[in-house]
């Protein structure tokens, strides 16, 4: 296959994996913690190819000196890293997480722990964790498989990873270190370089029109002036990772199921 034949055929999950990789460009030797198969693959795509002192682990205490096919063991340890090791990270800045969102507002504030009323809540979810301390002391983003208006909501019911409204309304001691990078849905990605640091719609996957991701989102979206660009392309060599070293199994396609770009 060329590699005009082989772009031709991206699939939206291959898009996907790449834009997560792009959340871990240029970040040094810290710890990428992805959360979710698409942002794992992005992770082992950025460190094999432009994030190379990226810090990988197996998803519990050891550091990886390889990078393997997802649901693949590493045959190469680095070092070791237990659990107080690994606070110490976050705690200093030296880590970047995905972490995923079952609701995200306008400023980045993302819920993970109730929907509804907190004292009466619908649904019981996963708990604050650790997304307080993510967002405040390293840079946190986030991957979204389904953007839906149930998930890009105009009000947070529980704030668990803190957006920039509230960090700004929290003082110096909560802004210092908060970073919320990006978002990536299925439909785009999202940054909130905007002055009051509201989402903004930087890129749409090929395929996605603007008015669907504007319909999928429950509050007013910041749209570029002159038009929104596509999300970057992977190149032949990335397409071949992706398919031949990283994701050969296509677990890829369970989180995002193909659809044409």
Not at 159 to 188: F, M
């Amino acid at each position: 296959m060329t590699a005009d034949a082989a772009t031709a055929t991206v699939t939206r999950a291959e898009y996907c994996v790449t834009a997560c990789a792009e959340v871990w460009r240029g970040a040094g030797e810290v710890l990428a913690s992805p959360m979710g198969t698409v942002p794992a693959l992005g992770a082992r795509l950025a460190k094999l190819t432009f994030s190379p002192g990226l810090l990988l682990t197996d998803g519990e205490a050891l550091l990886m000196d390889d990078v393997p096919a997802a649901g693949s063991p590493s045959a190469v340890t680095e070092g070791w890293l237990p659990y107080r090791r690994h606070l110490a990270l976050a705690a200093t800045g030296r880590r970047h997480v995905m972490m995923g969102a079952s609701q995200i507002d306008r400023y980045g504030n993302q819920n993970i722990s109730c929907i509804g009323d907190w004292e009466r809540p619908s649904r019981q979810l996963l708990g604050v964790r650790g997304a307080p301390v993510n967002t405040l002391n390293h840079p946190t983003s986030y991957w979204v498989p389904k953007h839906s208006p149930r998930t890009f909501v105009e009000r947070v019911d529980m704030v668990c990873g803190v957006g920039y409204d509230r960090a700004a309304a929290a003082g110096p001691s909560a802004t210092r270190y908060h970073r919320v990078a990006e978002v990536v849905s299925d439909l785009g990605v999202f940054d909130f370089e905007t002055p009051d640091h509201s989402m903004r719609l930087r890129s749409l996957h090929p395929g996605v029109r603007l008015g669907d991701v504007l319909a999928a989102t429950g509050f007013a979206l910041r749209v570029p002036d002159g038009g929104v660009p596509c999300t970057r392309e992977p190149d032949a060599a990335e397409l071949r990772l992706i398919r031949e070293v990283i994701d050969p199994r296509g677990l890829r396609d369970r989180e995002v199921p193909p659809c044409g770009p």
